[in-house]
């Protein structure tokens, strides 16, 4: 088997992993796992040895799989509350008469130097275009004739202890980390296409501690938003609005939880179904509305003809579609896992 990777989504919630190598040319997924996130609450790694017992548990079920193969390469893909995304603008003279790496190298450069926050780390710098001469927008600059080059760019970060941290506990299982991703990157690449990006739309990722949005026009990413609200914050109004403990109140969320629709209620329920609709109900349209007000901060509320697409496992409460297309007033999809 060659080049072997393997790829770790590190959620609040769940940690997933996913072994992929390729086979006569072929890229193949050899296996998937999740387990349950232990030692981490909110973005912050609390005890190294339990969030190591849920890594290790994916590594151990991928060793098996490989046998004798060596384990070339680890991406990881993060989600934090407290990521901070900022798009930054930088320019240069050309000095030659087209544009070299040494042009584009030195712009990235300047926006990793600047960019930086105190208490933070850059996890990933991506050119959003290139602006040739004040008046061009470009993917790829390279050879390009011009006399001034601009970088527009979108920085994430995320708290520098999380990063830390994140990198000892692989460093501790003799893994090197080749690359760090924030999630909605990926998850965006995964669920909307070329065709509706060029549309404009938008990737709502709801995870347990923190919501993220990342807004398309034209092919590229217009904006992105973090909301440090998630499917936790359901959890937890549910087991104060009835009362319960949190682990009974996850409970209650997979199997009665459901936005309102037209469907019979379920009469063996033990619960008042109203009421925990309405729960329900208050806490999605509290994050759906404050991604509305992004919206119309960019002046793009309900003027996004590709639509939104809900991903991960925040959104699998039933009728969650239902409230997203009641607040955005636009079609509503579900991503892939």
């Known amino acids: 088997m060659q080049d072997l990777k393997a790829i770790f989504d590190i959620g609040n919630g769940y940690i997933k992993g996913a072994l992929i190598g390729k086979d006569e040319e072929k890229t193949i997924v050899l296996a998937k796992e999740m387990v349950k996130t232990k030692g981490m609450r909110k973005g912050k790694i609390l005890d190294s040895d339990d969030f190591l017992m849920s890594l290790s548990a994916i590594i151990e079920s991928f060793h098996k799989k490989l046998g004798d193969d060596y384990l070339d390469q680890v991406f990881v893909g993060i989600s934090h509350p407290d990521m901070l995304i900022s798009r930054m603008h930088e320019q240069k003279r050309v000095m030659t008469e087209r544009i070299t790496h040494d042009d584009i190298n030195h712009l990235s450069k300047i926006v990793s130097d600047i960019s930086g926050q105190a208490n933070y780390e850059i996890i990933k710098i991506i050119p959003v275009h290139w602006v040739i001469d004040d008046n061009r927008k470009e993917k790829d600059p390279l050879g390009l004739t011009a006399k001034k080059l601009e970088l527009v760019a979108d920085v994430f970060m995320v708290p520098k202890s999380f990063y830390n941290n994140l990198v000892e506990v692989f460093d501790k299982v003799s893994l090197r980390v080749v690359d760090i991703v924030p999630t909605i ?3 965006s690449e995964v669920v909307v296409d070329f065709d509706l990006k060029d549309l404009w739309s938008c990737v709502i990722d709801i995870g347990a501690n923190q919501t993220t949005m990342a807004v398309y026009e034209e092919g590229t990413p217009m904006s992105y938003f973090v909301l440090p609200v998630g499917g936790e914050d359901v959890t937890r109004d ?23 629709t037209t469907d019979k209620p379920d009469l063996d329920m033990p619960i008042d179904q109203s009421f925990l609709t309405e729960i329900i109900w208050a806490r999605y349209e509290q994050i759906f509305g404050l991604c ?5 901060e960019l002046e793009r509320d309900a003027r996004l003809p590709g639509g939104v697409f809900l991903v991960w496992g925040g959104v699998k409460t039933d009728g969650v579609d239902a409230i997203a297309k009641s607040t955005f007033k636009l079609a509503t999809f579900f991503g892939k896992d």
């Open 238 to 260: 549910i087991s104060l609005g009835l009362q319960v403990d949190i682990k009974e109140a996850e409970e209650i969320k997979k199997r009665f939880g459901q936005a309102p």
């Open 292 to 296: 509305e007000e992004h919206l119309v």
């Open 185 to 187: 990157l990926w998850v």
